[in-house]
């Protein structure tokens, strides 16, 4: 049987009925049989810290979101066709967390989802076709998507998308948005409208960049100027995890046309969202009937509900930006001690930990962590960035693990 299974059956398995395009984490994968809070633990009940995975945004089967889904799946599962009370609660309290301008809600089943969503209708909005991303951005699965995907796609990008590079320290951060400009007159020159801006806004997949915060702004203004729209990409920085509010472009000081969300909305469900500014969405809705099945179904809300309930009474927000803020300053220390560790960015429990001897050494410290029971990632063009990013629940004591371990390994 399953549970019985040996690593080597496993990974037998996989090759044989998985397509290629599967990866796994590290040299020797982890099989993992159950998780808890910040804990994922293997069959022979080893428990590993969980520093990577920030989809259970409120921890690993959070008791009270595990609660949520049973209560509502054995009471009804229905989608947006009838009238009924979950979406709408689910709308009010993620409205409620948006600046007034962004006011209207749909809710789709993946973050690729929104953000295909989005450029459709920044496309009818701006009756541009052109779309400017990051060097190395990630924005999803779909065709259009994949082509604004470089980082998963060998660097191929789709007709009509152009690149910026992204602002990884504090020099290309004060040039992204003269860039950006550079980049609306490359497109002016080759005939080509702007639509959109589509921006992670914490550049996860670029190795991520947090500071200083401000830059989208300027960026924004550019974009808008030339008829386009500012669509954040908030699958990864949103829910609270960059410390300062629930969504990454608020530390921007900017109000989006568009908003995309997903991985921690439903701690593992598949739930996510387009937030929009009405005006920009009503042509769109003219032209356009969107029904998207399981995107927004009952049970789908009841569980985003109990997510932005715990958020709330664990104050994870502001645990975020307080250990957040001692994992920084920890990591600061072992890099004064360490050449190999180099800048350390981010902001909050989103943090990235440049490697300055490159991505060999990398792959040795992130395989080296997992073999000591530390479960973390690494990302950005050159692959020589350590990502960390766990549950927001994540406490003092898994900061010493973490650092601790992160010594040894150094
Ligand atoms: N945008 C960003 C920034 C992402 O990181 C991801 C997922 N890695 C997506 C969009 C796509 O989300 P999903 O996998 O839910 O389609």
Not at 52 to 70: D, S
Not at 131 to 147: K, R
Not at 307 to 314: A, R
Not at 339 to 349: E, H, M, V, Y
Request: hydrophobic fraction near 40%; glycine fraction near 10%.
């Amino acid at each position: 049987s399953s549970s019985s299974s040996s690593t080597a059956d496993l990974l037998a398995r996989r090759r044989r009925l998985l397509a290629p395009t599967y990866g796994l984490f590290y040299e020797e994968p982890v099989h993992i049989t159950r998780a808890s809070g910040v804990w994922m633990y293997g069959p022979d009940g080893r428990a590993y810290l969980d520093v990577y995975n920030n989809v259970p945004v409120v921890g690993h089967c959070h008791p009270q979101v595990v609660e949520a889904l049973a209560h509502q799946a054995a009471l009804l599962n229905t989608h947006t066709r009838y009238l009924t009370e979950k979406p709408l609660e689910l709308a009010e309290r993620l409205l409620a967390t948006f600046p007034s301008e962004l006011a209207t809600a749909i809710f789709t089943c993946t973050g690729s989802e929104s953000n295909d969503l989005a450029i459709r209708v920044s496309k009818v909005a701006t009756g541009g076709t052109g779309v400017i991303i990051s060097e190395w951005a990630y924005h999803g699965t779909t065709e259009t998507l994949a082509g604004m995907s470089p980082s998963s796609g060998m660097g191929r990008l789709g007709t009509h998308v152009y690149t910026v590079p992204a602002p990884i320290d504090q020099e290309s951060a004060s040039q992204f948005a003269s860039r950006v400009q550079a980049c609306i007159e490359t497109m002016r020159a080759a005939g080509v409208k702007p639509a959109a801006l589509l921006v992670d806004t914490i550049f996860s997949s670029d190795g991520v960049s947090a500071d200083p915060p401000g830059y989208l702004a300027a960026a924004a203004e550019h974009v808008r100027a030339a008829g386009g729209l500012l669509i954040a990409d908030e699958v990864q920085p949103g829910f609270g995890r960059t410390g300062h509010s629930m969504w990454g472009f608020q530390r921007h000081g900017v109000v989006p046309d568009l908003v995309t969300m997903g991985k921690p909305m439903g701690n593992g469900h598949p739930v996510s969202a387009l937030i929009a500014r009405p005006e920009v969405i009503a042509e769109f809705a003219r032209q356009t009937r969107y029904f998207n099945t399981f995107g927004g179904n009952t049970v789908a809300c009841a569980v985003a509900l109990a997510v932005l309930d715990i958020i709330e009474q664990e104050q994870l927000i502001t645990n975020a930006r307080e250990i957040g803020a001692q994992l920084r300053r920890g990591l600061q220390e072992l890099a004064s001690r360490h050449p190999t560790l180099g800048a350390i960015r981010g902001a909050g429990l989103f943090i990235g930990a440049q490697i300055t001897t490159g991505k060999a050494e990398t792959t040795r410290i992130v395989n080296a962590l997992r073999q000591r029971g530390v479960l973390i990632g690494s990302a950005g063009r050159n692959g020589d960035v350590l990502k960390i990013r766990p549950p927001l629940v994540f406490k003092q004591e898994h900061v010493d693990q973490l650092l601790g371990t992160l010594a040894q390994v150094l």
